[in-house]
């Protein structure tokens, strides 16, 4: 294709899923994550692929993308991490399932629930462990059982925690503090309720660092799109990011490319321009710092990064007009690109504009 696009490669997503599952107990649940759109890819066909091979859950950050998910037919259960007390309404009618993470979104969601007679609602408890993100702190936990017991509607189909430092194995007294109060906070709370909500705690790297960490379910994110520090080589990236040589301009020694003339040919120079640029995520901070491929040759960025458009000096690289050209693929994958601009893989594939074209790669 000549112009830009998101490649998603679906067989990659299913031998992830696969990879994962094999790591955990047949009993345990697969939770997939599949907020910010897939982590960039394109939720809907992500979900659809993971609930035809068998995924039991989903989550999304927002209600806006579990409604996504609801409009293109998806049926398998989703939990929201942080629905916003505007958006209870919609939880209902969408049948998702809300965490409950704060005494004011609880008070809100019981109010909703009582004043229009809901009959039933799943929900999942979030307990703080410790990441201090979201999540009820150990001295809130009684009040907001007890405000959750006390409507009957409300039903936890899980309890949960989420763990601040598991691809960190310096911080592995942490993390088992984390597991332990979580163990005990959430066999407290099964005691005091006469069904079993379901236990998940694990992400990505908990799976693969933290095996006593599995609980009944896990939340994996990264993972199915290929990444996680310790199992890259298992693991394959679903995300390619190509696009194509607009055009070719030929500089001379001593000329300037692009805005603010922040890079001077030191030679007659030939530029390349591609037409992706800071509006797609391609920060102009990382300017000085990344290169592209055409074929098996790299092309250093030169010049700031513009909105729609970046020029890569191609001096004696043989290449023409049209050509294909790759940011990011299965070899030089997107936690590589990542480490070159002191980022991380998730926050290069989320920050992919919609403006990319994805296309589906399934064979
Ligand atoms: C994003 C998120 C995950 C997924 O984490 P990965 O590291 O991508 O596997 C799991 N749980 C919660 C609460 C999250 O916000």
Redesign the pocket.
Known sequence: MKKTVLEIDLNALEHNFNVISSKLKPSTKF?A?V?AGG?GSDSVEIAKKLESIGVDYF?V?FTSEGIDLRKAGIKTPILV??PQVESIKNIINYNLEASLYSIYFLENFVDYVNKKEIKKCFCHF?INTGLNR?GFSEYQINDAIEKIKKCKPIKLAGI?S?LAA??DLNETKFTNSQINLFKKISSEIKSQISYKPILHM??????FNYPDCEFDMV???????GY?NYLNKELLPVHSLKSVIAQIIHCNKGDSVGYNRSFFCKEDTKIAVIPIGHADGISRSFSKNIHIMIGDKKAEVVGDICMDVLMVNITGINCDEGDKVTFFDSKFNAEDFAKSVGSIS?EILTNLSKRIERKIIEL
């Open positions: 939770m994550v907020k982590y989550a950050a991490l942080l979030k979201v949960y989420h598991t691809d694990s992400n990505t790297s908990g799976i939340r994996a994110g990264i993972g199915l799109y996680n998730y």
